[in-house]
């Protein structure tokens, strides 16, 4: 069954602080592995997109990686913004099969002054 | 020049009288989904419409239907609202020919009553 785990839950970090959450998949065969950003009440915002032969793409203070091989993925968030706190979505799409996506719940952060 | 419009934003409805919820694009992308997403958990699909090919997902209750009366618009019906069924209902659109990317609107947070 293909999944999608993040780590942490949830995270409070102070502004100013740099943080990166992680996220591991099953899902097989890879076409694709993108962060979303979720502010409460809103839909998710594209920060990236990253293929199989892409290990680091970068968007502003995000900046994302992912190795393939073991199947991890990570975004690094440099020099919080108290607007930075939303739940960050990794969400890894399938090769072919009208590119159905497999969401991770999400880690929380919350950026503190 | 807001790109996928979601309306209404908020949407109370009593339990067992049915709501219709819509999604508008301007991004003339051919693929348009419908998700549903609780409190804390990722989104879950519900169907999408790839052109005009209707696609459910194999989980999606009977109770939720689907229009798409031109490439702009999409509808989602829930024909007896259950207290079950209060969420967020996200749409996103995809263009299949150039791009893995979906779109997210803001979303619609549906409340049963």
């Known amino acids: 069954k293909n999944q999608v785990e993040q780590s942490p839950q949830s995270l409070i970090i102070l502004e100013g602080k740099n943080c990166t959450l992680q996220?591991?998949?099953?899902?097989?065969?890879?076409?694709?592995l993108r962060w979303y950003k979720q502010d409460t009440g809103r839909g998710p915002v594209s920060l990236t997109i990253?293929?199989?032969?892409?290990n680091t793409k970068s968007n502003g203070r995000y900046t994302a990686t992912l190795d393939a091989d073991t199947k991890q993925s990570s975004l690094h968030i440099t020099a919080s913004q108290l607007s930075d706190s939303a739940s960050y979505i990794c969400v890894v799409s399938e090769r072919g099969g009208g590119n159905k996506l497999t969401f991770g719940t999400g880690t929380q952060l919350k950026v503190e002054l | 020049d807001a790109m996928v419009i979601q309306n209404p934003r908020y949407q109370v409805t009593q339990f067992g009288k049915p709501v219709t919820l819509s999604c508008s694009q301007t991004?003339?992308?051919?693929?348009m989904y419908w998700y549903q997403q609780k409190s804390s958990q990722a989104p879950k699909l519900l169907f999408h419409y790839y052109d005009k090919d209707f696609n459910n997902e194999a989980d999606t209750p009977d109770n939720f239907q689907s229009r798409r009366p031109n490439t702009s618009f999409c509808f989602l019906d829930i024909r007896s609202p259950g207290l079950g069924d209060a969420a967020m209902y996200l749409c996103?659109?995809?263009?299949?020919?150039?791009?893995?990317?979906?779109?997210f609107g803001p979303g619609t947070r549906l409340t049963v009553t």
């Open positions: 996103a659109t995809r263009n299949s020919g150039s791009s893995y990317e979906q779109y």
């Open positions: 990253m293929t199989f032969s892409e």
């Open positions: 996220c591991n998949y099953t899902v097989s065969p890879f076409s694709n």
């Open positions: 991004l003339n992308h051919n693929v």
